[in-house]
C-alpha cells in the first residue's frame, strides 16, 4: 500500500514516515501542496495523509480539487488546529478522517487500516491462492496456516501478486508498489526480491507459484 504523507514541519515528517514504513506502508513524503499535486500527477496512492496549514495554503483546498474530480483515495488529516468547526469544515470538504496535533503514532496507523478496510479499501480482506494465504490486516502469511516469515518487502510483493491472482503484474506496477520517490529500486532489485519469495514459497511447499512471463512480468497462481 502506497501512501502520500503532506506534511511541512520536517522533524514530524520524518518520524511520521519512517513509522508508516515500519508497519508496512510504501510512503512518499512532502511538505507543500504544490510538491503533493506532482507527487498525485504521477504516482497512485491507496491513501494520503495530509496537514492543512501548509506553507502554500490550506490542505483542505488539496481535498477540494481531489473530491471535485472524482478522486476517491482515502484522506486523513493532521492538523493543530482543534476547534469543532475546524473538525466539520474538513469533514465537510471530503476528508474521511480527523487527526489532532500532537498525535500517536500508534492511533494513526489504526486509523489508516480503518480507512483501508472500508468498502472499496485496500485491506480487510485475507488473499489466497492454493494453500498460500495472505491477511492484508494482520499483514501475514501462512501456508496450509502454517505462519511463513517473510520480511515487510517479502510481504508487500506477495499482496501485490495475489492481487492479481492468474494475471501478469509488470515490474513497472511492483516498482510503484514497493518503492517510493527518493528510494527507487535497482536494476534487478525486482528479480533478487522474486527469487527469495519463491524460494520460501518452495521451501514451505506452497501450491502457488509465482511464474516469470519473459518481458511482461510475474504472474501469481495455483501450481
Same mark, same amino acid.
Given at each position: 500500500?502506497?501512501?502520500?504523507?503532506?506534511?511541512?514541519?520536517?522533524?514530524?515528517?520524518?518520524? +511520521?514516515?519512517?513509522?508508516?514504513?515500519?508497519?508496512?506502508?510504501?510512503?512518499?513524503?512532502?511538505?507543500?501542496?504544490?510538491?503533493?499535486?506532482?507527487?498525485?500527477?504521477?504516482?497512485?496512492?491507496?491513501?494520503?495523509v495530509?496537514?492543512?496549514?501548509?506553507?502554500?495554503?490550506?490542505?483542505?483546498?488539496?481535498v477540494?480539487?481531489?473530491r471535485?474530480?472524482?478522486?476517491?483515495?482515502?484522506?486523513?488529516?493532521?492538523?493543530?488546529? $482543534?476547534?469543532?468547526?475546524?473538525?466539520?469544515?474538513?469533514?465537510?470538504?471530503?476528508?474521511?478522517?480527523?487527526?489532532?496535533?500532537?498525535?500517536?503514532m500508534?492511533?494513526?496507523?489504526?486509523?489508516?487500516?480503518?480507512?483501508?478496510?472500508?468498502?472499496?479499501?485496500?485491506?480487510?480482506?485475507?488473499?489466497?491462492?492454493?494453500?498460500?494465504?495472505?491477511?492484508?490486516a494482520?499483514r501475514?502469511?501462512?501456508?496450509?496456516?502454517?505462519?511463513? @516469515?517473510?520480511?515487510?518487502?517479502?510481504?508487500?510483493?506477495?499482496?501485490v501478486?495475489?492481487?492479481?491472482v492468474?494475471?501478469?503484474?509488470?515490474?513497472a506496477?511492483?516498482? $510503484?508498489?514497493?518503492?517510493?520517490f527518493?528510494?527507487?529500486?535497482?536494476?534487478?532489485a525486482?528479480?533478487?526480491?522474486?527469487?527469495?519469495?519463491?524460494?520460501?514459497?518452495?521451501?514451505?511447499?506452497? +501450491?502457488? @507459484?509465482?511464474? +516469470?512471463?519473459?518481458?511482461?512480468?510475474?504472474m501469481? $497462481?495455483?501450481?
Amino acid at each position: 500500500m502506497r501512501l502520500l504523507l503532506v506534511e511541512d514541519e520536517r522533524d514530524l515528517r520524518t518520524l +511520521t514516515a519512517e513509522h508508516l514504513s515500519r508497519i508496512g506502508f510504501t510512503v512518499d513524503a512532502c511538505g507543500s501542496l504544490a510538491e503533493a499535486e506532482d507527487h498525485i500527477s504521477t504516482a497512485d496512492y491507496d491513501a494520503l495523509v495530509l496537514d492543512r496549514r501548509l506553507p502554500d495554503g490550506d490542505g483542505i483546498s488539496l481535498v477540494r480539487r481531489l473530491r471535485g474530480g472524482r478522486r476517491k483515495v482515502p484522506i486523513l488529516m493532521l492538523t493543530a488546529r $482543534s476547534t469543532l468547526d475546524d473538525r466539520i469544515e474538513g469533514l465537510d470538504a471530503g476528508a474521511d478522517d480527523y487527526l489532532v496535533k500532537p498525535f500517536d503514532m500508534g492511533e494513526l496507523g489504526a486509523r489508516l487500516r480503518a480507512l483501508l478496510r472500508r468498502p472499496g479499501g485496500v485491506i480487510g480482506v485475507v488473499l489466497e491462492c492454493g494453500n498460500l494465504s495472505f491477511d492484508s490486516a494482520a499483514r501475514c502469511a501462512a501456508v496450509a496456516e502454517s505462519p511463513l @516469515a517473510l520480511t515487510a518487502r517479502e510481504l508487500a510483493l506477495l499482496e501485490v501478486l495475489l492481487r492479481k491472482v492468474d494475471q501478469v503484474v509488470t515490474k513497472a506496477h511492483i516498482d $510503484s508498489a514497493l518503492y517510493g520517490f527518493g528510494n527507487e529500486a535497482t536494476d534487478n532489485a525486482v528479480e533478487a526480491l522474486v527469487s527469495r519469495l519463491r524460494r520460501k514459497l518452495v521451501a514451505a511447499e506452497a +501450491t502457488a @507459484a509465482i511464474i +516469470t512471463m519473459r518481458g511482461l512480468g510475474y504472474m501469481m $497462481s495455483a501450481s
